[in-house]
């Protein structure tokens, strides 16, 4: 079992930047590819980005694309959310999910931390 604990959110002027990051502990993330998943109030969870397991490959959900980027670092078994040109509807609570590679589902989510967007 992995938990996760998501940090770096907080309020932000449209156009400004924030970068996420999502701790690991009890079992390292070189196991799991990571995502990024946002939900706003009175919305679905979304999905924003996905990381594989070396990182080479990476996903962006189009709203966010050239705008965020996603990286990890498996030895300090992290993953992060680099967030510029923050736009309001960015505004929502931010969930690192851990993705098993064998079932393909995300079985393995943090609490979240919220990211707000000022205009």
């Known amino acids: 079992q992995v938990q996760l604990v998501e940090s770096g959110g907080g309020l932000v002027q449209a156009g400004g930047s924030l970068r996420l990051s999502c701790a690991a502990s009890?079992?390292?993330?070189?196991?799991?590819?990571m995502a990024w998943f946002r939900q706003a109030p009175g919305k679905e969870r979304e999905f924003v980005a996905a990381?594989?397991?070396?990182?080479?490959?990476?996903k962006y959900a189009d709203s966010v694309k050239g705008r965020f980027t996603i990286s990890r670092d498996n030895a300090k078994s992290t993953v992060y959310l680099q967030m510029n040109s923050l736009k309001p509807e960015d505004g929502a609570v931010y969930y690192c999910?851990?993705?098993?590679?064998?079932?393909?589902?995300?079985?393995?989510w943090g609490r979240g931390t919220q990211v707000t967007v000022s205009s």
């Open positions: 999910a851990a993705q098993r590679i064998d079932t393909r589902e995300y079985d393995y």
């Open positions: 990381i594989s397991i070396s990182g080479h490959n990476t």
């Open positions: 009890g079992r390292t993330i070189s196991s799991y590819a």
